[in-house]
């Protein structure tokens, strides 16, 4: 047993490994500490999410961080959602997040560009979370269409247009914290 000046050499020792392996673990292990918020939710659970705005085919995308699927985005009263128009806050918030990302080039010179977003828009998204589920001896192909295991076609499972590749959808109640970033205007 350790007394004195030795004890407290020893226990200076232990506090600095302690601490090198808490900054190692940190540094090597980002991932673990941010784990993606979707794995984290339920279907049809309340929830917000922070990220980036993306377009797919016919799609609005959430890209979120630490997440290796993105989210299709749908507002509150849309036709394909169960939730009503009634839970949209229709603030300056969501005028804004609109505006933004509904803005795109239209011409390059003589030429017409199709979505070409004027603006890069990161906000934070507050709404029903939906999780496409498989049914069990069921299986999903790249279409999102549904096969029972004879090969007969029981329908389909996931987000978006035209098909159905997404796993998850955000039915958009409120929009906060947005910031948007004018892009160049893209070359002939």
Sequence with gaps: MLTGNG?????????RIAL???IASTLCGGEDQHPCPLTLSSNKQLTTLHGKIGNGSH??????????QVVVLVYAGD??????????????????????TQATY???GKGICIQCAKYDVEATLTGQLEVATIPEGLRRDSAGF???????????????????SYKYRLVIQSVSGMVAQKRPKPKV
């Excluded at 007969?152 to 098909?163: R, V």
């Design 59 to 68: 799609d609005m995308l959430l890209i979120v961080p630490h997440c290796d």
């Design 7 to 15: 004890a407290y050499v020893a226990k200076l020792a232990s506090i």
């Design 146 to 164: 549904l096969w029972d295991e004879s090969g007969k076609l029981m329908g389909g499972s996931g987000f978006g247009h035209p098909n159905r």
């Design 106 to 108: 239209g011409h390059i």
């Design 20 to 22: 090198i392996l808490l």
């Design 79 to 100: 036709l394909e959602t169960d939730t009503p128009a009634a839970m949209l806050n229709a603030d300056s918030n969501l005028k804004r997040f609109r505006k933004y």
